[in-house]
């Protein structure tokens, strides 16, 4: 999941945009942000898991 935001975000990004547009991308790009932090965020928590089941 995460991979498909981050293709999301970078596509996203590359979008020329004018005036109010601007700032709803802007917005947009932020909560995608986000949600790429999120889905890091519960990789790593699984990871530790694993390792820590591991030991």
Not at 11 to 19: L, R, V
Not at 34 to 40: M, P, T, V
């Amino acid at each position: 999941m995460k991979e498909k935001l981050v293709k999301l975000y970078n596509t996203m990004n590359m979008i020329e945009t004018k005036g109010r547009n601007t700032k709803i991308m802007a917005e947009c790009l932020g909560f995608v942000e986000g949600l790429i932090k999120e889905e890091q965020k519960k990789e790593e928590q699984k990871n530790e898991v694993k390792e820590n089941t591991e030991e």
